[in-house]
């Protein structure tokens, strides 16, 4: 996609960090908004912000794993603006801890948020810009999933959040290789952060146990002592939807993990520690020091 002055972007997580961040960008390209979130009034006030500054904007409280709720998001948008061109299936959470202590409900909750937000995003959405390529040679239509370098690598203590995000890389993979036999107008990426100074916190839906506790301290940590911004990860996510990038990475050191786990699934070799070589060092030491401590 090259073109953005004019054209529709519908973001889902859109009141915080990286969803705020790609409403800055999208707008600042001269984009139309269409903002999804399940906080309320923390979207009426990024909306608000927008209009205030000229931008064509529209918020819409959602839960994105209600499929019913996604559907009306995407009647919203076409109602306002007649037509979606970017999307961004980017609402996520978490929960961490001994993965044999998770609940059902954890289960249930970030399987639906980040996973099933993003079923529905592609289900409903997909389709629209299919039908808009159709009408039009000169459409472009892009999707970005937001998964997370947890979906190429599997951190201890961090099991229910893992699965997803594996989940949504093999979705999105699967859907760069379906747009393909379709169309070249509608691409697709994939973005795998590392760690981002964002409000992102593991939680749990009953009281934590104490791996989850220490998990969520350690996520914390991480995710509020992390150098790279929202801005920059929007700028890296504009970039790659310009050169048609599917994978999009954070976090150049990141990648040395995920390079051991594909030699070690390759060799045969049991899986090392996910965290060597990225500067968390000690991270897993760390996990095994608090939970026997
Ligand atoms: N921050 C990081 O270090 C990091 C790293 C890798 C991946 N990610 C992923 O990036 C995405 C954005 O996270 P962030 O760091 O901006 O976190 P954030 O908590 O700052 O923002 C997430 C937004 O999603 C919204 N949200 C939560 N549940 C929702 C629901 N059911 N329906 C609609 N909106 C909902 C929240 O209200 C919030 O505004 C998530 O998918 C997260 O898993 C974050």
Known sequence: MKHFDQRVAVITGAAAGFGKA???MGAQLGMKLVLADIQGEALDAVVADFNARG???????????????????????????????????????????????????DWDWVLGVNLHSVIHGVRIF???????????????????????????????????????????????????????????????????PYFVATGFQLSN???????????????????GSAKVSAAQIAQLTFDAI????????????????????????????NPGDPFAGTGVTGGRQKLIDALRG
């Not at 808009?132 to 229910?160: K, R, W």
């Not at 048609?244 to 070799?269: C, D, G, K, L």
Request: aromatic fraction near 6%; glycine fraction near 8%; charge should be negative.
């Open 22 to 24: 790609f409403a800055d």
């Open 55 to 105: 931008v064509q904007a529209i918020g819409l409280r959602t839960d994105v794993s209600r499929s019913e709720q996604v559907q009306a998001l995407a009647d919203a948008a076409m109602a306002r603006f007649g037509r979606v061109d970017l999307l961004f299936n980017n609402a996520g959470v978490g929960a961490g801890g001994l993965v044999w202590e998770n609940s059902e409900q």
């Open 126 to 192: 997909t389709p629209l810009m299919l039908a808009a390529a159709a009408q039009d040679p000169g459409y472009e239509g892009h999707i970005v999933n937001t998964a997370s370098m947890s979906g190429l690598l599997n951190a201890p203590a961090m099991g229910v959040y893992s699965v997803s995000k594996h989940a949504v890389v093999s979705l999105s993979e699967t859907l760069h290789h379906d747009l393909g036999l379709v169309t070249e107008q509608v691409r697709c990426s994939v973005l795998c």
């Open 205 to 223: 839906t009953a009281p934590p146990t104490r791996s989850q506790q220490i998990a969520q301290a350690q996520s914390g940590k991480a995710v």
């Open 242 to 269: 310009r050169d048609q990038s599917f994978y999009i990475y954070s976090h150049p050191e990141a990648m040395a993990p995920v390079q051991a786990r594909f030699e070690a699934i390759m060799n045969r070799r």
